[in-house]
C-alpha cells in the first residue's frame, strides 16, 4: 500500500511541477523555491514515505508535509471553488484539482500518527509556509489563476489563517501529547 501512496504522490508531483512550468520560466530564481507549493508539499511528503519504506522517521520533512499537504491541499480547493464562484464554470482539470489536492490534505491527516516531530520541526515548518506567504502575496509569486486576480488581498488574507490553521493542526495531530501515535511495522 505504501508503495502505491509513493507512487502516485511520485505522479502527482511530477505532475505538479509540469503544470507551475510557465509561471517558474518568469520566476526570479530567488524566489523558484518557493512557487510550486503543491508539488513541494508532496515532494516533502515522497521522502517522508521513503523513509517509511525504511521504517525510519524523517521528522523536519514530516512537520513540512503536514502542514503544507493541509495548506495547499485545501488551499487549492478553495481557489477552484472560487473560480467556479467567479466564472460559473470550472473546466474537467478544475475538477480534477479540486479532488487530488483535497487527497493530499487528506493524506497528511491520516498519515500523521506515524509522525514525531517536536515543536522545533514544526517550529521550522512554521516559518517556511509563513515565509512563502510572504513571497506569494508581497512579492506576487502566488499560484496564476488570473480570473481571480481582483481577490488577491482577500486571497492572501485567507491563505494566513489557512497558515495558521494547518500549523496548529499539526500541533494538535502530532506535537500535543493527546493524540494516539501508531508505529511503523
Do not use: C
Not at 523558484?32 to 522517521?57: E, G, Q
Not at 480534477?96 to 515548518?125: C, D, E, K, N, T
Not at 495558521?164 to 493527546?178: G, M
Amino acid at each position: 500500500m505504501l508503495i502505491l501512496v509513493l507512487a502516485i504522490n511520485f505522479l502527482g508531483t511530477v505532475y505538479g511541477y509540469y503544470w507551475y512550468l510557465p509561471q517558474l520560466l518568469e520566476t526570479p530564481a530567488r524566489f523558484l523555491i518557493f512557487v510550486p507549493d503543491s508539488p513541494t508539499a508532496t515532494f516533502f511528503f515522497l521522502f517522508v514515505l521513503l523513509a517509511f519504506l525504511m521504517k525510519r522517521n524523517a521528522p523536519l520533512l514530516e512537520a513540512l508535509a503536514l502542514v503544507t499537504l493541509v495548506k495547499y491541499g485545501l488551499w487549492a480547493v478553495a481557489m477552484n471553488f472560487l473560480v467556479l464562484a467567479v466564472t460559473g464554470d470550472l473546466p474537467w482539470e478544475g475538477y480534477m484539482l479540486i479532488a487530488s489536492h483535497f487527497a493530499m490534505a487528506v493524506q497528511g491527516v491520516l498519515y500523521s500518527p506515524y509522525f514525531r516531530f517536536s515543536f522545533w520541526h514544526l517550529a521550522i515548518a512554521a516559518v517556511w509556509t509563513l515565509h512563502n506567504d510572504v513571497i506569494d502575496y508581497l512579492f506576487d509569486m502566488m499560484p496564476q489563476y488570473s480570473m481571480l486576480s481582483d481577490y488577491m488581498t482577500e486571497i492572501g488574507y485567507g491563505t494566513f489563517w489557512l497558515s495558521i490553521f494547518s500549523i496548529a493542526l499539526a500541533y494538535f495531530l502530532v506535537v500535543s501529547k493527546k493524540q494516539t501515535k501508531l508505529e511503523l511495522m
